[in-house]
């Protein structure tokens, strides 16, 4: 089955502990992105990758990190979170560049930084 | 840019019909619709290009005026099933990235 898996589903963390998220996409798609989404601003896209190892910065990229060591994993590491950094987030992938291509979403992370 | 959507949210009975409108405040290359239930990812609905062609899946259909740089979500005859977030999602060209909206809340009820 063709899908987007992200891992945790849920994270509870303090402010200051590392920690990464995991995303795997089973389609070969060139193009991944992550973003957040919190009420009333919809979906901002963090960071992307067109191809392993090209990653750029997408809208809200301070405080993220990103790798794309392989075409299937795009993890997103939050190197030190802070409270403002509590989303929902989703990670999505794309056989290349949008143009008239639809994106695939994993089903989501819901982060909480104390 | 964030494209503009509206309305923020809506309420229907079952079989009324729906129109969520998406607009941009320059040239666009193609709008985006995805539907969002609640606590799962968004999933698409479909594309339009620039061109104005109008598309279609069963009662769910859309148009897109590129001169206003616009773009109407249509729901015919509502079922429960609909309800949900809608977000549009824009190009100015075919290499840009997609922009999304910040939703519209549609909630069909009996």
Redesign the interface.
Known sequence: EAQVTQNPRYLITVTGKKLTVTCSQNMNHEYM?W?RQDP??????IY?SMNVEVTDK??VPEGYKVSRKEKRNFPLILESPSPNQTSLY?CASSPN????????????TRLTVV | QQPVQSPQAVILREGEDAVINCSSSKALYSVHWYRQKHGEAPVFLMILLKGGEQKGHEKISASFNEKKQQSSLYLTASQLSYSGTYFCGTEGTSYDKVIFGPGTSLSVIP
């Open positions: 992105s973003y009333g601003l919809g979906l901002r896209q992307y997408g809208d989703f560049q949008w143009g008239s291509t639809e994106a695939f979403f994993g089903q989501g």
